[in-house]
Nanobody
Framework: DVQLQASGGGLVRPGGSLTLSCTASKYSLDYSARGWFRRAPGKEREWVASYDSNDGRTYYSDSVKGRFTISRDSAKNIVYLQMNKMKPEDTAVYYC???????????????WGQGTQVTVSS
């Protein structure tokens, strides 16, 4: 079974940085796409970024483009989300997911990790 474990959340000041990690079980290697999603208080879950291990391409939502970076350590099978220049509106529970298509549609992701809370506040 595929298991994902997200970690690295916490409290950060506006303008600060934080890195999230998503550790996956070996069975996740069958799924080429990794995604990060988030759910802000009172809002629906939204896509943040994706990584396609088939070609190394990355994709970002407009709200985080230029500030967040998704990457993968293939040897460790860990996907990271480096978040810079953070804003209060980045406050959310962040989820990592694995699937076969690196898009923004959460229906294309088959496995999800538990969320990790990120709070951006002064």
């Amino acid at each position: 079974d595929v298991q994902l474990q997200a970690s690295g959340g916490g409290l950060v000041r506006p303008g600060g940085s934080l890195t999230l990690s998503c550790t996956a079980s070996k069975y996740s290697l069958d799924y080429s796409a990794r995604g990060w999603f988030r759910r802000a208080p009172g809002k629906e879950r939204e896509w943040v970024a994706s990584y396609d291990s088939n070609d190394g391409r990355t994709y970002y939502s407009d709200s985080v483009k230029g500030r967040f970076t998704i990457s993968r350590d293939s040897a460790k099978n860990i996907v990271y989300l480096q978040m810079n220049k953070m804003k209060p509106e980045d406050t959310a529970v962040y989820y990592c997911a694995a699937g076969s298509w690196a898009g923004g549609n959460e229906a294309m992701y088959d496995y999800w990790g538990q969320g990790t809370q990120v709070t951006v506040s002064s």
